[in-house]
């Protein structure tokens, strides 16, 4: 990926406050936990830009044309479609947990599945809140599934609705690109490990957190970005996706 | 393993005739007061309310260990995550039973309430109570309406690959491949149905600008007020309880 | 904006020079159509299939969105207004059922509408009420939509557009999914509207005959073009007219395609044999079918009928090895194949080369993203050689006129055309049974001439044909067996 800032428009005072604001807030948080000083600037520094890019993007968004209906409904149906197949994933998951028993967080590997539509839908309806909106109805219908989990789904898809967004919020909404959708995998994945060590698995050690947490990137980040993908690729020249700018992007026929 | 359907009948329990938003609230009080502690003593105190609303939502001994089985699995789930696969010697049995109960605090609720409120009740009382945008409600809600024809399609597919002479045999990545093009087939006809649906609502005013009026009313009454303040009050007692008795451990520290 | 309910005001139509270009196109939908429809009129729009009469109904109800569009010119006016601009005074009713009701409980997806539309809450449900009545909606407001069959689902939908009290009725092949007895349901309803408030009235349908007597008026649409022919179905409907749009697909009256008579020859070695077959869906369930017994000779075609819910789809599905019935079995005979065990335990290659399925949705069927590779699919998966199953693909396109279209997305394809490459792909891989599911549903004269023809020669060759069906012509085109469930 290129280190060109993406075109979103001109960045504002306000995208630099906030960017500088949540960067100090990150170097305090690294450097109170006692972690090495280099970590704490590397990652005040990428807070800081990530923070004044998400910024400019939303808004930048305010702008954007608003949601179609059947943007609404595709985005609604493709989310339900992907609860079902959380349901069912859920039931994977423990089944595979034997596979695991010498390194638990190795299991993480096929996390990435459960971040499936915060990159799959805006990838197809192209709108601002699209992450969040299609993580929200996933987890909704998770939970109405009778998910093992309750209500804690909701909150689950919230926060990488809400991380996801960021990836394409950086770019301004602007670029629907492989890379973007990679990040956006890999943000969702940044933002459910640390529910699942609060909920999930408290006992562990720091070694055993910090893996997880790089497995479940890597996972968002091949599952549900380069899944999504190729599956937005392979769904237009079907047809389906004629009502949708990520549909027509192909020969005249 | 067939999937269930939520929204079929109304129910007729007790608790489903509280508005949806202050049954879902009261789930989340639960579940933001387990997940504050990792004691033992403060999760069984909180089990008072569980036990409140299982009586509430009026389901028999047999009816709840028929629904409630995805609840015991991901308590055995967790319980095996941190008790027998955490580092260090010995099992850690006692550290992990109130991971085990909180568990059950957090999901029951959830599960009592997703089997007991009607989908349409949520999105009308999420409308007109949290003032949720209502083209999203509703959009969804459609969406929802769509999960057991997306069901019945993903069978049909399955049986038509197989009239084609495509089965997988024992071949795990045969099944993996069949299970993926399954999955692009059932989102090609997710899309389109929906696309379909979306102007089916469109040629019914769903996107005019302007007030929308709502023909079923969801009051939130005096005795919502009451279920949401009796679960705050047990909620706030048990964690009072177990501080007082200095037994009370947050999740972070 | 909400119009008291009762007698709608009718509305005049009219299309100037229209014209429209889908986006991703280079062909257009329709051009230059030059209209006027004067209020309360009825007219019956037909026209090839890819004339572009959906489109124009779509348009006229406002409801197409120019993002959509790589061009458009002209204009739609509803009494003088764009009509876009004149959302509500039109009603769309689509073709399926399933992706037009949008709410769980059929009272509530009639208010839907009215909610959009701000009319207060405490006259919705009178007018719900009268829309219902109106339309001979027979449940109350509380039954699941889910519960409806096609039929009365068509008619639920119907009730939320009239319920809107539109000036204009604008209907979208409403009975092409629907079998006859739920096309009759829906005509009905229609009628019945029509009665109450007298709204202009512009239907897209295939079939002909039953919309005569609703109809004053008939307009044919050329594909990229504009109107062709205008007039009294009288006028129309005769003459050269009605002989183009025969020989288009639109099924005529007094213009159906007649194949002629055939005697079936003796029946061949017996291949399949159904004993007892028996299905119950759920536990406590009513069997559908139930008992049934059936043996499919070589050269030999059979039709099951019966009324909806008989369980001819699930008879289908078991004789198809696709199904295990919960009581009886369906085993080939030495003549078929060496396998003795029942046919769902087949594994599916071994079953694909014998008996062959053909779905009622073809789009079901389809594996691959292009139609050469879809119908060479089944002979490369036997093990036939690269340049020979290429070879057979191509043969089987050219003869079911699917030459031209090696390299398109089977998605892509008309519908008729979808029905046609799931045939070849099934005869690809050179099955002795052939087991159909409704395979002349929803389609034009001229593909169900194709078929006929097609699954005749077939016949002819000593493959065993079973098709589930409710189409009487068809019935008696095979002139085969008919097994009628009870």
Not at chain 2, 183 to 207: E, P, S
Not at chain 3, 287 to 297: A, D, F, I, K, Q
């Amino acid at each position: 990926m290129s280190l060109t800032i993406p075109h979103g428009g001109p960045l504002r005072p306000l995208d630099a406050a906030v960017g500088v604001v949540l960067g100090a807030v990150t170097l305090l948080l690294v450097l109170a936990y006692d972690q090495p000083r280099s970590a704490a600037i590397g990652g005040a520094l990428v807070v800081a830009v990530g923070a004044g890019l998400v910024t400019r993007g939303v808004r930048a968004s305010r702008s954007a044309a608003p949601w179609r209906t059947v943007d609404i409904v595709v985005a609604a149906v493709l989310s339900v479609a992907c609860g079902v197949v959380f349901w069912a994933w859920a039931y994977l998951w423990d089944a595979v947990k034997p596979a695991f028993v010498a390194f638990p967080p190795g299991q993480a590997l096929i996390y990435g599945m459960w971040f499936l539509p915060a990159a799959l839908v805006p990838l197809i309806v192209r709108r601002p809140g699209a992450a969040v909106f299609a993580e929200l109805v996933a987890a909704t219908v998770e939970w109405m599934l009778f998910s093992q989990f309750g209500p804690a789904v909701i909150v689950y898809g919230l926060v990488q609705g809400l991380l996801a967004e960021c990836a394409f919020a950086a770019t301004g909404y602007r670029r629907w690109t492989l890379g973007v959708a990679l990040a956006a995998g890999a943000l969702a994945g940044a933002g459910a490990a640390p529910l699942d060590w609060v909920y999930s698995y408290p006992l562990w050690s720091v070694a055993w957190k910090l893996a997880y947490l790089g497995i479940v990137v890597v996972s968002g980040a091949l599952l549900t970005g380069l899944l999504s993908w190729y599956a937005v690729r392979a769904l237009a020249p079907t047809g389906a996706l004629s009502a949708f700018a990520a549909g027509r992007e192909r020969e005249l026929v | 393993m067939t999937m269930p359907t939520p929204g079929d009948a109304r129910s007729t329990a007790p608790l489903a005739r509280f508005n949806p938003v202050a049954a879902l609230g009261a789930c989340l009080v639960l579940a933001a007061a387990a997940l504050a502690a990792r004691d033992a003593v403060t999760e069984a105190l909180l089990l008072v309310p569980v036990a409140g609303g299982v009586l509430l939502a009026r389901v028999g001994p047999r009816a709840l260990a028929r629904r409630g089985w995805p609840v015991l699995l991901g308590a055995l789930s967790v319980f095996l995550s941190n008790a027998l696969l955490a580092p260090g010697p010995g099992l850690a049995v006692a550290d992990a039973a109130p991971l085990v109960l909180r568990v059950v605090v957090i999901a029951l609720p959830g599960l009592l309430v997703a089997t007991t409120v009607d989908p349409t009740d949520l999105a009308d009382a999420l409308v007109q109570r949290l003032h949720a945008p209502a083209r999203f409600a509703y959009g969804t809600l459609a969406a929802l309406r769509l999960m057991p024809l997306l069901a019945a399609e993903w069978r049909a597919l399955g049986l038509a690959r197989r009239a084609r002479g495509v089965d997988a045999g024992r071949n795990p990545v045969a099944a993996l491949r069949l299970f993926a093009g399954q999955a692009f087939a059932l989102f090609v006809a997710a899309v389109r149905r929906a696309a379909r649906l979306a102007t089916a609502m469109d040629a019914r005013g769903f996107d005019t600008a302007g007030p929308r009026t709502i023909a079923r009313a969801q009051p939130f009454g005096r005795r919502d007020a009451l279920l949401l303040g009796a679960t705050l009050l047990l909620a706030v007692a048990a964690t009072a309880t177990s501080v007082a008795l200095g037994t009370w451990e947050p999740v972070l520290g | 904006m909400a119009a008291e309910p009762g007698r709608p005001r009718p509305v005049a139509v009219e299309a100037r020079g229209w014209g429209w270009r889908h986006a991703g196109r280079r062909a257009w939908a329709l051009r230059g159509v030059d209209l006027r429809v004067a209020p309360g009129e009825r007219v019956l729009v037909l026209g090839p299939s890819g004339a572009g009469k959906s489109t124009l109904l779509t348009a006229l109800a406002g409801v197409l969105d120019p993002a959509a569009a790589e061009e458009q010119e002209g204009e739609l006016l509803l009494d003088g207004v764009a009509a876009r601009a004149a959302r509500g005074r039109a009603g769309l009713l689509l073709q399926d059922p399933q992706s037009q009701l949008v709410m769980a409980r059929s009272g509530d997806d009639v208010a839907f509408g009215l909610e959009n539309t701000a009319v207060p809450a405490d006259r919705i449900w009178p007018r719900v009420d009268a829309a219902l009545e109106t339309v001979g909606f027979p449940y109350g407001r509380d039954r699941a939509t889910a519960a409806l069959s096609g039929g009365e689902a068509q008619r639920l939908a119907l009730a939320g557009v009239v319920a809107m009290a539109p000036g204009l009725l604008l209907l979208d092949e409403p009975t092409a999914n629907l079998d006859p007895e739920g096309a009759d349901v829906v005509l009905a309803g229609v009628r019945r509207v029509l009665d109450a408030s007298g709204p202009t009235l512009l239907v897209v349908e295939h079939r002909v005959a039953p919309w005569l007597p609703l109809v004053d008026r008939v307009v044919v649409l050329a594909p990229g073009g504009g109107v062709v022919a205008d007039g009294p179905p009288s006028r129309v409907l005769t003459g050269s007219v009605g002989t183009a749009l025969a020989a288009d697909g639109v099924w005529v009256p007094g213009r159906e395609p007649a194949p002629p008579p055939r005697t079936p020859p003796p029946p061949g070695a017996a291949l399949l044999e159904a004993a007892d077959v028996t299905h119950r869906h759920a536990k406590g369930a009513p069997p559908r079918p139930y008992g049934v017994s059936l043996t499919l000779h070589a050269g030999e075609a059979v039709s099951v009928t019966g009324r909806n819910g008989a369980g001819k789809t699930t008879l289908s599905l078991a004789l198809g090895g696709l199904l295990r019935p919960t009581g009886g079995t369906v085993t080939a005979t030495a003549a078929l194949g060496p396998d003795r065990r029942p046919l769902w335990r087949w594994r599916a290659a071994a079953l694909a080369a014998r008996v062959g399925t053909v779905f009622q949705q073809p789009e079901r069927q389809f594996l691959t993203g292009r139609a050469r590779d879809e119908v060479a699919l089944g002979p490369r998966r036997a093990g036939v050689p690269e340049q020979e199953a290429l070879a057979r693909a191509d043969e089987l396109l050219e003869r079911l006129g699917l030459g031209r279209l090696a390299r398109a997305n089977p998605h892509t394809l008309s519908g008729g055309e979808q029905r046609r490459l799931s045939v070849a792909t099934t005869l690809a891989a050179a099955p002795a049974v052939l087991v159909l599911d409704e395979p002349t549903f929803g389609q034009d004269a001229r593909t169900w001439a194709e078929l006929v023809a097609l699954l005749r020669g077939l016949l002819d060759a000593g493959t065993a044909v079973c098709a589930v069906t409710h189409d009487r012509a068809f019935v008696d085109a095979l002139a085969g067996r008919e097994l009628r469930l009870p």
